[in-house]
């Protein structure tokens, strides 16, 4: 604890002097306005920065800084780009002790789970190094009138809009296969957590990325975020964030005819079944929705647990949840720190009051929880009793609170666990192989894990159906976004 406190003091104390700057075309400048807004702790309410509010005039600037890095981006040999982004990677390594403690300094994240989100995301930009060799990768379809070769060119410059749950990782996530493609990048952090974020793009120029190539603006979703999801010089909009967001946002990037991909919200299912190994699946559950705050977009939110077994696990669940400890996140030892900021956390906390009104149990938890610093804590909570239609069981709380309802048989597990708008991962617990597959199948989701919880492999899918997101992440599933295919036919 005393180790990340004295690492966080000298970062802290130069942050708020310095404040965070716009980075536009390789240069730290402030707001076109002179505005900014405040970046506070959730810990215990401390301005950490003053923050440039982004203008509409100040993306117009990024945009066209973006355009004019473009060209040369985009020509550039893979190999140089390759290694560029491999040194990016290594300043994310260089730096990943102090991008953890800022991290759980400026959301609450505990920092048990966010030292290793910072090293993911020099992972996620080390993947996509390698990958820019065969960004530009087609397929060869001879006919009998023609050789047919298709190819992949960039889409442009794009923009990148991110939400407050895990901002450094998440940001990797979208730059770096962008950057791997040959676009050129304006990203706008959430306002909530702008500080790593600002990191991202001052490491990316220490590590030689040329100026124009990843430009930052920061501000609010309504002015520096609606802006760029109209710009005509920005061609494609990677956003991740809440569903209701995203449908704004496809309006706002029609009449400029946006290509769009959403990752968006969850209400996700975890399916524990009689015969499965109950112990593994008892970890899992408490690890899918109480690590990260419960803020967590795969997070296993509804427990639905086969009706045979369901006192015992719900027994032993009860005590786990009772144990689990909440702190400062800067104590190796909190497992869950204060939630993002005062509006999210009235938010959860009105779903105790919601769960009360329709008919189910507080088990454990229910209430804020007075902890360090006095900040935006609450108990972590498990809801018994509930059924499907309740909103406990319909709505993301995107908090450390867990919705168990019970089920007979597979059939009503498959029909509970699709009863909801969202479809972004599901999780079965079972040593039945036929109905393992069986359930994985009928899951409305676009990802699914089989005995085991969230574990992300980079080549792999990621996305959701239903109102989770549009669009797919991940290895070759990333270019198909930022690249346009395109054929070429020559007669024989
Ligand atoms: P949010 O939608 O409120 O905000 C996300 C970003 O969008 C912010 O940067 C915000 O400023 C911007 N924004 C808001 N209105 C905008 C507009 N009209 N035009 C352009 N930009 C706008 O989401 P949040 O509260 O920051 O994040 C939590 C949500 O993100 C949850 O629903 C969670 O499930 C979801 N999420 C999904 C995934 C996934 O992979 N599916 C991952 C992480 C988070």
């Not at 001052?202 to 760029?228: I, M």
């Not at 296993?300 to 006192?311: G, K, T």
Request: proline share 5%; hydrophobic share 40%.
């Amino acid at each position: 604890f005393a180790a990340n406190q004295e690492r966080a003091a000298p970062l802290l104390k130069k942050l708020t002097a310095d404040g965070i700057g716009n980075i536009i075309d390789g240069r730290i400048v402030p707001s076109s306005s002179g505005e900014v807004f405040e970046t506070t702790s959730p810990i215990d309410g401390t301005v950490l920065a003053q923050v440039a509010r982004g203008t509409k005039e100040d993306i117009d600037k990024a945009a066209k800084a973006a355009q004019r890095a473009f060209k040369d981006w985009r020509d550039m040999a893979p190999a140089t780009r390759k290694k560029l982004l491999h040194r990016v990677a290594d300043a994310i390594g260089d730096n990943a002790d102090d991008i953890a403690v800022l991290e759980c300094i400026d959301t609450g994240q505990a920092h048990r789970f966010m030292a290793k989100a910072a090293i993911r995301g020099a992972e996620n930009f080390r993947f996509y190094a390698d990958k820019c060799l065969e960004a530009r990768d087609g397929l060869n379809m001879p006919a009998d009138e023609h050789w047919n070769v298709s190819t992949r060119v960039p889409i442009g410059p794009v923009g990148v809009i991110t939400p407050w749950n895990t901002p450094f990782m998440l940001s990797t996530w979208k730059i770096a296969p962008a950057l791997a493609a040959g676009c050129t990048v304006v990203l706008k952090p959430a306002e909530w957590s702008p500080v790593t974020a600002d990191l991202l793009a001052k490491l990316a120029k220490q590590a030689g990325l040329p100026d124009g190539v990843l430009n930052t603006v920061h501000g609010f979703g309504e002015e520096s975020g609606k802006a760029l999801t109209e710009h005509p010089a920005i061609k494609a909009i990677a956003f991740v964030g809440e569903s209701a967001t995203g449908s704004a946002i496809m309006a706002q990037g029609a009449p400029t005819l946006k290509r769009v991909h959403f990752e968006l919200g969850g209400k996700n299912p975890v399916i524990v079944f009689d015969d499965a190994d109950l112990d593994r699946a008892l970890d899992a559950v408490v690890f899918m929705i109480y690590s990260l705050n419960g803020e967590r977009c795969t997070s296993s939110s509804r427990l639905l647990v086969q009706a045979s077994i369901a006192d015992t696990f719900i027994e032993k669940l009860t005590a786990r949840v009772q144990a689990l400890k909440v702190g400062h996140p800067l104590d190796p030892r909190t497992e869950v720190g204060p939630l993002i900021h005062e509006r999210h956390h009235a938010k959860v906390c009105s779903y105790f009051d919601i769960a009360r009104q329709d008919g189910a149990t507080i088990a454990v938890g229910g209430k804020p929880y007075d902890g360090p610093g006095g900040g935006h804590y609450v108990q972590p909570t498990l809801v018994t009793g509930a059924h499907k239609d309740m909103r406990v069981a319909q709505e993301e709380v995107f908090g450390p609170f867990l919705t168990v309802i019970p089920f007979g048989n597979e059939a009503e597990a498959i029909e509970i666990a699709n009863a909801v708008q969202y479809g972004l991962t599901g999780y079965v617990w079972t040593n039945d192989v036929g109905r393992a597959l069986r359930v994985a199948d009928a899951l409305e989701a676009g990802m699914i894990w089989l005995n085991s919880e969230n574990v992300r492999h980079l080549p792999t899918p990621f996305g959701g159906m239903k109102a989770s997101g549009i669009g797919r992440d991940g290895g070759d599933y990333s270019f198909d976004f930022y690249m346009e295919t395109k054929h070429v036919s020559l007669a024989r």
